[in-house]
Nanobody, 113 residues
Framework: QVRLVESGGGLVQAGGSLRLSCAVS????????ITWHRRAPGKAREMVAM???????NYADSVKGRFTISRDNAVNTVYLQMDNLKPEDTAVYYC???????WGQGTQVTVSS
């Protein structure tokens, strides 16, 4: 069973940065594709970034140029570097394992104006 644990959320002012981490266990990490999603209050969940097993990446238009997804295979962790944060980035952020079809518990990101 694949287990994902997010960390790194918090409160930050607009224009600031945060780095989220998604630690993955219980799977063959290297070939897996990992995605980051978020759910803002009153809104549907949306995918914000994808890191494919071959190294390709994809981003939602709303975060392009501000967010960067990366992985460290040595520690089975995927990161989401979030720069120039905006109040509309406030949400609970989740990571998802495609091969494992598993979600983490989420980490709250709050951006104040």
């Amino acid at each position: 069973q694949v287990r994902l644990v997010e960390s790194g959320g918090g409160l930050v002012q607009a224009g600031g940065s945060l780095r989220l981490s998604c630690a993955v266990s219980g799977s063959t990490f290297a070939p897996d594709s990992i995605t980051w999603h978020r759910r803002a209050p009153g809104k549907a969940r949306e995918m914000v970034a994808m890191l494919m097993s071959g190294g390709g990446t994809n981003y939602a238009d709303s975060v392009k140029g501000r967010f960067t997804i990366s992985r460290d295979n040595a520690v089975n962790t995927v990161y989401l570097q979030m720069d120039n944060l905006k109040p509309e980035d406030t949400a609970v952020y989740y990571c998802y394992s495609v091969l494992g079809n598993s979600w983490g518990q989420g980490t709250q990101v709050t951006v104040s104006s």
